[in-house]
């Protein structure tokens, strides 16, 4: 271990004293101080590769965030991400000093009981960011130091890299891991699913991308490709002109409640924004008096859960649904699902790998962020009970039809994690099915105003929450500020928390009117700035 530690840190040492921690999704910060981190996190994957005795998967990339950021997340054997009991070694391994990360490595491996003699592979891809590229041969570096195999995947999503991650480690089962096996098991369900429409109503097969100048851009064109004229994509915001992330894209999209540059909206379009490694998706299109109408996180799930639910019944599969959400879901769509849908609901804390394991507790778990990350998960059994029902002779033929769809839908879904290109061929084959334009999906309920705002502050970690991060439980006496301010507001509802991959606090607010919404985050922003060290100008 000491040599292999000589060797990483003369190539990478560790130049700064700053703390940096393992957060909602990985480590994140400007891509110049990641060099030496991205190396150990070569060293540890190989660990976890061992210990787990599977391929082991790391991103390179800050997803929403500027593009002078970057980040690493890594992945784990089933697609998902990095189990919450590792994040103390990634961010230890992190922090240390080269001349003490021998002895924390060596102390990782006796607590977690590994057999270095065990083999490894680690995958690894990056996004489109410049210092995504010295940071893939930073990562290399530790992996091979380590002596393991591994596959460099180049340039991918973040999904896709998931995918691949739980192919090699279902033997195949799950799909080929190629971008090939994955456009074409993507595809090859869309296809068969929207065949089966033959009255499409109000449905238009036409979209416009916003791919928020990422790496999402050339791989929807490519999935594009394999759909034939199921689906006309026009992208935009391909990277070839803008900025990545810059005024476009989801996080853009959702926050600002506006259409991103690069797209002129007009009656009749229906737009998507992705995220800059296109795990986030949301919708938007022109409303009849020439609004912006957005479809965010929530929508989808609203939309996703409704059509299962239907789905499911129509197979008579007895197997149960929830949907697992935020505290940033608006009430509107939390009330519309438990009180019309009549799913289970759950609130876990922001960060898709809080949403995605209370989702595996249901049999169908539907989650996503009102931001537009999101997915759906099979349970074994669910997925075992539709394999089963298709060899079953007896079925009536409208169960079979049903049983044979809820079998593509499966396919057709990136259980591993949110995944904008996934999300987009679901929510597009559900508005076939259902014959619905944009304006009928829009109609399912009115959203209330809300309003999304950051604060800056000295240290962001002064606040801490509830487990569900609707209530601040400090700095003291913020909480109850807070709710002093909420009860002077209709339908009121506001909290904060700090982010996990900014250096920000967010700020969150709900009214009746936009107005109110407004003035009460603008409100919150000023408690937060003055009782939690804000820096800066005032908000
Ligand atoms: C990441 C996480 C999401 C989270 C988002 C914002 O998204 O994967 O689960 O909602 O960050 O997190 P925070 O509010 O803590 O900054 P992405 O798309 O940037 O990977």
Known sequence: ???????????????????????????RTKGEALPHVMCRMG????????QKKASIGVMITASHNPEEDNGVKLVDPMGEMLDISWEKHATLLANVDDSHLAETLSS?????????????????????????????????????????????????TTPQLHYMVRCRNSNNDYGQPTEEGYYTKLAAAFVNLQKSVTDTGKYSSEITVDASNGVGA???RELAKHLGEQLCITVLNDGSVGK???RCGADFVKVGQCVPDGVALSEGMKCASFDGDADRIVYFFQGPDCSFKLMDGDRIATLVAGFLKSLVARTGLKLNLGLVQTAYANGSSTSYITETLRVPVACVATGVKHLHHRAQQFEIGVYFEANGHGTVLFSDIAERRVNEALKNS??????????????????LINQTVGDALSDMLLVETILCHSGWGMQ?????????????????????????????????????????????LVEKYQCGRSFVRPSGTEDIVRVYAEADTQENADDLGHKVCLLVFDMAGGIGDKP
């Open 218 to 220: 050339q791989k929807v």
């Open 43 to 50: 060293l540890l994957a190989v660990l976890r590769s061992k």
């Open 394 to 411: 007896s079925l009536s033929p409208e169960s079979r039809a049903a049983v044979e769809q809820l079998r593509l839908v499966i396919d």
């Open 108 to 156: 990782i491996v006796q607590q977690e009981k590994i057999d270095l003699n065990q083999e490894s592979c680690v995958l690894f891809a990056k996004d489109t960011r410049s210092s995504s590229v010295l940071l893939a041969k930073a990562l290399q570096h530790g992996i091979t130091a380590m002596g393991s195999e591994f596959v460099d995947y180049g340039l991918l």
């Open 440 to 484: 009928n999906w829009y109609d399912c309920y009115t959203d209330l105003p809300n309003r999304q705002l950051k604060v800056k502050v000295k240290d962001r970690n002064i606040i801490k929450t509830t487990p569900d991060e609707t209530q601040a439980t400090t700095p003291a006496g913020l909480q109850s500020a807070i709710d002093k």
């Open 1 to 27: 271990m000491e040599e292999v530690c000589k060797f990483v840190s003369a190539e990478y040492p560790r130049k700064s004293d700053s703390f940096i921690q393992y957060g909602t999704a990985g480590f």
């Open 244 to 246: 990545l992330n810059h």
